[in-house]
């Protein structure tokens, strides 16, 4: 970023002094949370679970991963997932107390 403020006002190249501490820097991380690269076998696993009608929080367990991140992956590939479908409670109505 340093370098561009010297580029801006007309310098082709910093000072020396700058130079010198931009080329001897640290390769900076990532502010966001290290993310854990899918392997071939990561990868594989996943078509295979998902083939067997495994439910996506099941898959994200064996693998070790979050549900979110095995949906995307999943997405992004065209794996189909099966759908989690949570079934609502019947709903008791007065009519039916009254017929028992």
Same mark, same amino acid.
């Given at each position: 970023?340093?370098?561009?403020?010297?580029?801006?006002?007309?310098? $082709?190249?910093?000072?020396?002094?700058?130079?010198?501490?931009?080329?001897?820097?640290?390769?900076?991380?990532?502010?966001?949370?290290?993310? *854990? *690269?899918?392997?071939?076998?990561?990868?594989?696993?996943?078509?295979?679970?998902?083939?067997?009608?495994? @439910?996506?929080?099941?898959?994200? $367990?064996?693998?070790?991963? $979050?549900?979110?991140?095995?949906?995307?992956?999943?997405?992004?590939?065209?794996?189909?997932?099966?759908?989690?479908?949570? @079934?609502?409670?019947?709903? *008791?109505?007065?009519? $039916? *107390?009254?017929?028992?």
């Amino acid at each position: 970023m340093r370098l561009n403020w010297f580029f801006a006002f007309g310098t $082709s190249t910093a000072p020396a002094h700058c130079r010198r501490e931009i080329e001897t820097a640290p390769i900076m991380q990532s502010g966001y949370p290290l993310l *854990k *690269k899918w392997t071939a076998q990561d990868h594989e696993r996943l078509k295979a679970l998902a083939d067997a009608g495994r @439910r996506p929080n099941e898959i994200a $367990s064996e693998l070790n991963r $979050s549900e979110a991140a095995v949906r995307v992956r999943a997405w992004q590939h065209g794996i189909a997932l099966r759908l989690v479908i949570q @079934r609502r409670k019947p709903v *008791k109505s007065a009519g $039916s *107390k009254a017929r028992m």
